[in-house]
């Protein structure tokens, strides 16, 4: 002001008295011009994984802001000057916390720092929204995307089982398994470490997988089964795409397969009005033939004897009603044709179906195990002799002595002067045993106080050739089983 008051002596010849005047009123106006209200209504009016817009009611007598950051609330940095009441900041790092205040301002004026009147914001990833699809057989979630993301973490039951960049994600692991599961998603970015947005809705879902998805060889198809589910009113097979059967059943049988080929089978159930399906089960195999090995040689021996045994039409014969050493499968059980009942037919001619005690178990090692030996002497009506000479002459038997019960193994024969059966395990035995027609005649029975002289056990693997299942890779190439550790025998030797 004093400088003013001194120009204008200076140069009162020059200015007019009118001039005076209107400086002098400026003069005045800028003395009057007040200080700026505080700026107390700061707040974050939005904000995204990196940006923070702030808000503010305008302050009285401001004619600008000055906006002021700090990283712990204390320390506060200028960030930038604005007309408005607003002011959006930018490039920050999500999931960190950043403290705002402003300064309200005009040409003379401005308000003080203050912290207490700060805001403060975190920047943070947005929370997807959640959806989970089973009708077509899949486990599939879907979401929405999250701006800023680089990927989503999946939650099953609590766990982390999963991260994908894509907003789909499918859980083949539930579908195999099926049953109930409950899902979340969330979205995360990296700041040096990964950072995490809150998780998404809870989604519960229920799928129900076809469980114990099995194929078995036999003769002349393969037996394909699988567990019955009520979820679903029918069941399509597909084998390399295409379908090949349709049925509401449990199993299914099919015919004429060929050995060594790939088949890629698959099934699918469907509910009444197919517009839901199951995930598939299926597998991709070839069937291979292999030796049997001893115990497998020895274990079809038994289940041949345990089946014959079940069948009612064969049942024990010996002096006239059956040939001593003969056997149905090998034509050499005639009979005299005066007895027709057990009688079948094989390539169009009778044959009696009826077994004496010991080519009962000759044909349990000849016809079960394939023993070559002992399917020769079977075709040449040769049966064996209740000696331990004879066994050793048909085929590959070690004499074990008298062995005790509780050393006795599964598939062992127990010879007496009269009598031959076989083992079965856990105090069983099977024989053809007792006299008539009756479908009883050929059993399994306890060996409860039945005296035996000696036991006979099988040393071969009985050249017999079994029909496995082998698993393939996309070039028909059998996958190999990783080789089992071998385990210690513990089996009492007799």
Not at 85 to 94: E, H, I, S
Not at 327 to 337: D, H, L, S
């Amino acid at each position: 002001m004093k400088k003013a008051i001194d120009w204008i002596r200076k140069n009162k010849k020059k200015i007019l008295l009118t001039d005076v005047l209107v400086i002098l009123a400026a003069c005045l106006v800028v003395l009057c011009i007040p200080k700026p209200e505080e700026v107390n209504s700061l707040q974050i009016a939005d904000s995204t994984y990196s940006t923070a817009q702030l808000a503010w009611n305008e302050s009285e007598h401001a004619s600008s802001y000055k906006v002021y950051r700090s990283d712990n609330g204390t320390d506060y940095e200028y960030l930038g000057t604005t007309k408005e009441a607003k002011y959006t900041d930018k490039k920050l790092r999500t999931g960190k916390t950043y403290y705002y205040t402003v300064v309200a301002r005009n040409v003379l004026k401005s308000t003080d720092i203050d912290p207490k009147a700060a805001a403060s914001v975190m920047p943070s990833l947005d929370t997807p929204e959640l959806e989970v699809d089973t009708s077509q057989g899949e486990m599939k979630l879907s979401y929405s995307p999250v701006d800023g993301a680089l990927g989503y973490e999946i939650v099953r039951n609590g766990e982390v089982i999963g991260q994908t960049d894509k907003t789909e994600f499918v859980d083949s692991q539930a579908e195999l398994q099926g049953g109930e599961f409950s899902y979340e998603v969330r979205a995360y970015r990296y700041e040096k470490n990964p950072v995490y947005g809150k998780a998404s809705n809870t989604v519960d879902a229920e799928i129900y997988a076809l469980q114990n998805f099995t194929v078995e060889p036999s003769d002349n198809d393969l037996l394909i089964q699988w567990t019955y589910s009520d979820h679903y009113s029918s069941y399509k097979l597909f084998n390399e795409g295409q379908e090949i059967a349709e049925t509401t059943a449990n199993t299914y049988r099919l015919p004429g397969f060929e050995l060594d080929k790939v088949y890629d089978l698959k099934l699918v159930g469907y509910t009444s009005d197919e517009s839901e399906k199951s995930p598939e089960a299926g597998k991709r195999f070839k069937v291979v033939e292999e030796e049997m090995t001893n115990e497998e040689a020895i274990e079809a021996a038994v289940q041949w004897g345990i089946d014959i045994a079940a069948d009612d039409s064969f049942t024990y014969g010996a002096g006239q009603r059956a040939h001593r050493y003969g056997c149905y499968f090998c034509q050499t059980n005639v009979g005299p044709r005066k007895n027709l009942k057990g009688k079948g037919k094989v390539n169009g001619h009778s044959y009696e179906k009826t077994y004496c005690c010991n080519p009962f178990v000759h044909a349990c090692y000849a016809h079960g195990a394939g023993d070559p030996k002992m399917l020769e002497a079977c075709r040449d009506g040769h049966g064996i002799a209740m000696t331990k000479k004879s066994f050793t002459r048909y085929g590959h038997w070690k004499s074990c002595g008298k062995v005790s019960k509780k050393n006795l193994r599964r598939g062992d024969v127990l010879v007496r002067s009269n009598h031959v059966m076989m083992y079965i395990g856990n105090g069983q035995i099977v024989q053809a045993s007792g006299g008539g027609w009756d479908a009883g005649s050929i059993q399994v029975t306890n060996l409860g106080g039945r005296k035996y002289s000696f036991v006979m056990r099988y040393t071969g693997n009985g050249r017999g050739v079994k029909r496995v299942i082998k698993d393939v890779d996309d070039l028909g190439n059998v996958i190999e089983e990783a080789p089992a550790e071998a385990a210690e025998d513990t089996t009492e030797q007799a």
